[in-house]
Each structure stands twice: as C-alpha cells, then as structure tokens.
C-alpha cells in the first residue's frame, strides 16, 4: 500500500466538523486506490493561541512543510476579535501561505444543477455555470510594506500597501492560462488599472504572459465591473485571474451562485506544496451544533487528491458522491428551502450518506 502524509488543521468553529468528515471521506476513497493515509493533526487559529499563546508555533509551520499537503478547516471567532494583530487567528493563515509559497488559490465556481433553484439569483441565470477563480494568495495588500498606524496632527492614520511585481503577477498568471488550456481556453484579467499602479503592473504584465499562450484568449475587466458581471451573467466566465484582496471578495460574492458559501472548496498551490480548505469561515453562530455544510470541506479533500496525489479518479469518486448527495435532495441549513424532495439534514447525516456513496465506487458515471 501507498503510504501519503498529510497534516490536518481543524482550527476553529465549524472547522473541526466539517475537516472530520473529509478526512473520514478521504481515508475511504484513498483505500480504495491503494493508498494510507497518516493524518498529523495539529492545532491552528484560536485553538492553537488557547494552547501556546499563540495562532501558530514554527513547528507546526515546520510539520506543515514537510508534509507537503495540508488540509485546513477554518480559523476566527469572536473571542479572538480583539488580539494584536500577530495574535489573531487570521495571522496564522497568512503565514501558512506565505510560508507554504501557495501563492496560487483555485476557486472553481460550479453550480450544481440540482443547487440551481437554490440561489438567491434566478436559475436561468446561474444554471450552466462553471468557473475558476484563480486568486494570488501571497502578495498584493495582504502582505505588503509598509503597514503601520501612526497620527498626524492628532488625527490617527494606517496605512496599507498593494504591491505586485511582475515576477509575482506573471507566475500566478500561469497557472491561469495553464487552466485555461485544460477548460475553455479563456482568460479574464481582473484589476483597477484605471486608478491604481499595482494594477496597471498587474495588467501589463499578464499581457505579457499571454504572449507564450496564443491559443489561450485574454481578456481584462475592471473590478467593480466584474462584481456587477458574477450576478448578472456568469456564465460567460471562463477562468478568471486577480490580485489577492479583490479575488477575496469576488469569490465569496462568486459563493452564492452555488447556493451556499458552504459549498465552495479551495487548493492553494504553486511550488511543491498543496493547501486545501474550504473558502467558508468558522461560522462560529452555528459550531458546535452539528448542522454545518460539509461538502465544502469534502470538496477541497477531492482537490487534495486531484493536485496533491496526483489521484485524478479518486478527486472524481468524491466530487461524484456530492453530486449524489444532493440529487438525494438531503439539504443542510444553509441550503435547505422547503421544496418538494428535498430534506433537511444535519452534518451527519451528510457525511453517513457520502461515506456509503465513496465505498459502492460511484466512480464511473
Ligand atoms: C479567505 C478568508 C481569509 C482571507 C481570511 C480568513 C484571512 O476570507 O480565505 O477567503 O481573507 O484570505
Ligand atoms: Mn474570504
């Protein structure tokens, strides 16, 4: 048997839930393929500042690298709110990222066809649509210097720096033209060159890019027009790529055409590591509680299998069990509207429902 290490962070909130059923679905799957899976789990977020004062230690950043493949939950919570900004949960992301040099993050936005009426959006719009986000994750405003808070004339100020250089925009521009090659052979750039620097590097340098794919086709679109175009016609994306904070807040908009923010997974690559999570929070009101979505988790586990194990018909094995799942019409919370098939289910049900799925091969369709 294959023996794969990897290294589970649980974190806070709704994390420990919904990491649990992927894991249980990813030792299943992986079983089945002649694979072991050794799961390191180690504490992240607010439940590692409880234990060690605080959000990470180095060795759990060390465990992380030397695993190669990490598989994270969620970080954050109200009792964390007010730390020094080192402290906070959100910290310990960020530096997991940086340190892990993912700087790619993969956000496919696929609305299920038996999700379609449930969106908030109209199904004739959303039904159909399948696209990627792909959103630089180690630079841009989140990371740049300097960053302080200081006042002037008794007028307190902070000040934060969107930085991207060419060498940074153009490997992240790659793997979305990469992609492109593999889906529908487009490209949309998006920024705010109309105002800002960074941007204007941004869109100068993926032009370059382009250069090296000419099958690949480019196209640019402003920010605030693009969060206009997720709702009114989404389904003329193909793959979509963007700096770091912009891509944060166009994924969780991107979030409701699939119903549910509880139904969007993430893989973080770039270099020789993989960090997968789902792109929902710790949803701390609901913790606790046995009712949070899984399959955002479970999703970012069959990334885990597509672009760390290189275990393409595992990845298929599971995305096909979740579609299972919600053709059964079994709903939890954050997708559940009273219609005639569907029920209302809770995490553990959910998972009950998958593992049976994962261990009948539902692999070819
Ligand atoms: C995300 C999250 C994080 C981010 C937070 C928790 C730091 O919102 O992964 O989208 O802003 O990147
Ligand atoms: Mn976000």
Redesign the pocket.
Known sequence: MKQVDIVALPGDGIGPEVTSVALDVLKTVCSKYDTELNVTELPFGGTCYEQYGDPVTDEIIDACKKSKVVLLGA??GPQWDDLSAGKRP?AA??RLRKELGVFANLRPIKVHSALAGASTLKQEVIEGTDFLIVRELTGGV?FGQPRYTSEENGDPFSVDTMRYSRSEVQRVARVAFDAARLRGGRVCSVDKANVLESSRMWRKSIIEVAAEYPDVELSHMLVDNCAMQIIRDPKQFDVMVTG?LFG?IL??AASMLTGSLGMLP?ASVGGENGLY?P?H?SAPDIAGKGVANPLAAVASAALLCRYSLQMEEAAQNIENAILKVLESGLRTADLYTKVPGTQLANTIEIAQHLLDLVSDNVVAE
Request: aromatic share 8%; proline share 0%.
């Open positions: 970080v954050g959100e992301l960020l989140y770091n944060d994924s969780d993430s999570e792109v929070g």
